[in-house]
């Protein structure tokens, strides 16, 4: 088991079920997530015995690094191996607001978005809490700098591993972990409804977004095929679920493809879907994804969709795009890689 799947409480109860003092878990901790250590015995303020019961009982290193690619734009993205050979990506993004990492939550994903590398490959498991973790410690220390926002949107559904997301949600955001800011995160679903309603009385102020990409079924269940389990109308009820329940803004992610979703009539259809609802629209440029049959917008259209959405008091950002030269849409490395 790797330690970092300890949240705080399991870790002091470990170390009283074993004789052990609780301030230990404070030390242990400040090793973990301030020093970022690789190994237990450096951690020089616990005695031999205490070590020797850690090594017997956990594991720390998490992540072999098969592969990094940097971006022209400083964008970096990372291929990591876990203890099983199963391989997963993370993506840092440089920004100027301070370095913003994108992270994994399944090897493999069974949403099938259409337009997307991670659904290439069906999932094989979920990760562990850790094994989260251990994506921003590992992506720190090869950068040796902080960083400060976290993106759950990488390989998988985030959703769907419901019970590790929360449990990395707790020890990121744990003033003795690596200490983020919830408002700093941001979570990403593909609109898994109860689980939406499930998340707003998590009493969280991480945020939330939904990945939408088109204002009605036809276009959403081609582009997304847990369109057909959860339609349309059922996520955004969701939405306005969460909305009622938390009082927080929701943003809605929408992937901007030439000809299938980034028409002006499209525009004013999602203008009718959004109207009235505490949103706003993350407008994204698509990485394309070699075996996938789509292609971006064009930039004129990008902008045609943006000025719509705007005129009609819908809060809205046309993303700029990162990485396009290193295929940094997830998935992208791992499914060429294997």
């Given at each position: 088991?790797?330690?970092?799947?300890?949240?705080?409480?399991?870790?002091?109860?470990?170390?009283?079920?074993?004789?052990?003092?609780?301030?230990?878990?404070?030390?242990?901790?400040?090793?973990?997530?301030?020093?970022?250590?690789?190994?237990?015995?450096?951690?020089?303020?616990?005695?031999?015995?205490?070590?020797?019961?850690?090594?017997?009982?956990?594991?720390?290193?998490?992540?072999?690094?098969?592969?990094?690619?940097?971006?022209?734009?400083?964008?970096?993205?990372?291929?990591?191996?876990?203890?099983?050979?199963?391989?997963?990506?993370?993506?840092?993004?440089?920004?100027?607001?301070?370095?913003?990492?994108?992270?994994?939550?399944?090897?493999?994903?069974?949403?099938?978005?259409?337009?997307?590398?991670?659904?290439?490959?069906?999932?094989?498991?979920?990760?562990?809490?850790?094994?989260?973790?251990?994506?921003?410690?590992?992506?720190?220390?090869?950068?040796?700098?902080r960083i400060s926002y976290i993106v759950v949107m990488g390989i998988g559904e985030?959703?769907?591993?419901?019970?590790?997301?929360?449990?990395?949600?707790?020890?990121?955001?744990?003033?003795?972990?690596?200490?983020?800011?919830?408002?700093?995160?941001?979570?990403?679903?593909?609109?898994?409804?109860?689980?939406?309603?499930?998340?707003?009385?998590?009493?969280?102020?991480?945020?939330?977004?939904?990945?939408?990409?088109?204002?009605?079924?036809?276009?959403?269940?081609?582009?997304?095929?847990?369109?057909?389990?959860?339609?349309?109308?059922?996520?955004?009820?969701?939405?306005?679920?969460?909305?009622?329940?938390?009082?927080?803004?929701?943003?809605?992610?929408?992937?901007?493809?030439?000809?299938?979703?980034?028409q002006p009539e499209t525009a004013l259809e999602l203008v009718k879907v959004l109207?009235?609802?505490?949103?706003?629209?993350?407008?994204?440029?698509?990485?394309?994804?070699?075996?996938?049959?789509?292609?971006?917008?064009?930039?004129?259209?990008?902008?045609?969709?943006?000025?719509?959405?705007?005129?009609?008091?819908?809060?809205?950002?046309?993303?700029?795009?990162?990485?396009?030269?290193?295929?940094?849409?997830?998935?992208?490395?791992?499914?060429?890689?294997?």
């Amino acid at each position: 088991m790797l330690i970092y799947d300890l949240t705080h409480e399991e870790l002091v109860e470990f170390l009283l079920e074993n004789n052990q003092k609780k301030f230990r878990a404070d030390q242990i901790w400040n090793w973990l997530y301030k020093q970022k250590v690789s190994s237990f015995q450096e951690m020089t303020n616990l005695s031999e015995e205490l070590i020797l019961l850690l090594e017997s009982n956990f594991k720390i290193q998490a992540l072999e690094l098969v592969l990094k690619h940097m971006s022209q734009d400083g964008t970096l993205k990372c291929l990591y191996s876990l203890h099983d050979g199963h391989l997963i990506e993370s993506v840092l993004m440089r920004q100027h607001y301070g370095n913003s990492i994108c992270v994994t939550t399944q090897v493999g994903c069974n949403i099938g978005c259409s337009f997307c590398a991670s659904g290439l490959l069906k999932k094989k498991r979920d990760l562990t809490a850790g094994e989260i973790i251990a994506q921003v410690i590992e992506t720190e220390k090869l950068l040796n700098e902080r960083i400060s926002y976290i993106v759950v949107m990488g390989i998988g559904e985030p959703f769907d591993n419901y019970e590790q997301l929360m449990k990395f949600l707790a020890t990121i955001n744990h003033p003795k972990g690596l200490a983020i800011g919830a408002r700093h995160i941001t979570v990403s679903t593909s609109g898994i409804v109860p689980k939406i309603k499930e998340y707003a009385h998590m009493g969280l102020q991480v945020n939330l977004a939904i990945s939408l990409h088109a204002p009605n079924n036809e276009i959403r269940t081609r582009l997304m095929k847990i369109n057909q389990r959860y339609p349309i109308e059922e996520v955004i009820g969701a939405i306005k679920y969460y909305l009622s329940v938390t009082k927080r803004r929701v943003t809605i992610e929408y992937i901007l493809i030439d000809e299938v979703n980034d028409q002006p009539e499209t525009a004013l259809e999602l203008v009718k879907v959004l109207r009235g609802l505490n949103v706003y629209v993350n407008l994204i440029p698509y990485n394309e994804v070699l075996e996938a049959p789509y292609k971006r917008a064009q930039t004129q259209t990008m902008e045609n969709f943006y000025d719509i959405l705007k005129k009609n008091n819908i809060q809205v950002t046309l993303r700029k795009e990162q990485g396009h030269d290193i295929n940094a849409a997830c998935g992208q490395l791992r499914s060429q890689h294997l």
